[in-house]
């Protein structure tokens, strides 16, 4: 392997940059040329992709976003676009090829290399940790903690005014970053995607809290939840529970902006790090993430399929025990 390219896609996640950094820099200091395609898979299918230095990746790690742009592409999810996404690699003689992005983006590497033959690492990079072979994913713990300080601030108010919050937070299908969330600001309960969660309930801990001198309360709801989202969940528990005056607030991509925590720039340089390695030995479809406090690969398909939750059976016990 001689050329490298690297690219973002899917959903932003902070810490990108600190991965890509890594990236660049261990491919240059093991002498590849390294290359960054703009747009993620639109950019392979736009021609855009540049050749990248040391200089290129100089006072970015603290940066949110990522430098790289990322985009959901659906004519990467063609023949066609996989086949012009190709003929722009090949004319620059690149054959590996590292993807930093969520479940969308190994899809698109999975279907690529299976196609065209090209060696390609996945990162995971989401704010939502939803893969399954790494513990953690890169944005993950900073999306957590804009989550707990922007709850934090709704807490002063909402107790000011003995108001019973209902907050949305991201994660897809995921409810990883709701029930950490909840943990960490102290939430009075959560709905999760993975968790039924009947309205009954919900408004018997309401309840419960109220007869206990509770004066207001944070109810923590995953955009992914099956009854409905904040809003729905809100109008459904103020038919039957009117203690508290009642608000909604929708955090949306706040959570996905932002410098990242030492934690993200230090998981994005050691998957970064990890990343360029495992290519020079010659992986393919491999994705590198971490596993208790150690880099392991697994295979972009078992990331995908084997979706394990991720949800920590402590801390969904916890949500119950400590909000009371
Ligand atoms: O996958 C990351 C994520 O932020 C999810 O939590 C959310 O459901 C989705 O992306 C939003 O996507 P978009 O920014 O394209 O609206």
Do not use: W
Request: aromatic share 6%; proline share 2%; glycine share 12%.
């Amino acid at each position: 392997i001689k050329n490298i390219a690297v690219l973002t896609s899917g959903g932003d996640a902070p810490g990108m940059n600190a991965c890509i950094r890594a990236v660049v820099r261990t491919g240059i200091y093991n002498g590849i040329n390294m290359f960054g395609v703009l747009q993620g898979y639109q950019g392979l299918i736009n021609n855009n992709i540049n050749p990248m230095d040391a200089r290129s990746v100089s006072n970015i790690i603290h940066l949110g976003g990522t430098i790289l742009k990322t985009a959901r592409c659906l004519e990467f999810k063609t023949e066609e676009g996989l086949d012009i996404a190709f003929a722009n690699l090949k004319a620059r003689d690149i054959d590996g090829l590292i993807v930093i992005g969520g479940d969308g983006t190994f899809t698109g590497a999975q279907r690529f290399a299976k196609k065209h033959g090209v060696k390609v690492i996945g990162i995971p990079g989401t704010i939502d940790n939803d893969l399954s072979g790494s513990d953690f994913t890169l944005g993950y713990d900073t999306a957590i903690n804009t989550v707990i300080e922007a709850i934090d601030k709704i807490r002063d108010t909402a107790d000011s005014h003995d108001r019973l919050f209902f907050i949305e937070v991201m994660g897809r299908d995921s409810g990883c970053i709701a029930l950490r969330s909840a943990i960490a600001s102290g939430a009075e309960a959560v709905l999760l995607p993975e968790r039924e969660t009947s309205v009954d309930e919900l408004v018997a801990q309401l309840e419960s809290g109220a007869s206990t001198k509770k004066s207001s309360s944070i109810v923590i709801v995953s955009e992914g939840h099956k009854d409905g989202g904040a809003y729905d969940i809100a109008k459904k528990v103020k038919e039957r529970f009117n203690h508290y005056d009642t608000k909604v607030t929708i955090l949306g991509h706040l959570q996905r902006g932002g410098s990242p925590s030492s934690f993200d720039r230090i998981l994005g340089s050691r998957l970064g790090f990890a990343a360029v390695n495992e290519i020079l030995k010659g992986s393919t479809m491999q994705m590198v993430g971490l596993r208790g406090n150690e880099i392991h690969t697994t295979s972009i398909e078992d990331a995908l399929t084997k979706h394990s939750f991720k949800l920590e059976n402590d801390l969904l016990e916890m949500t119950k025990v400590l909000s009371i």
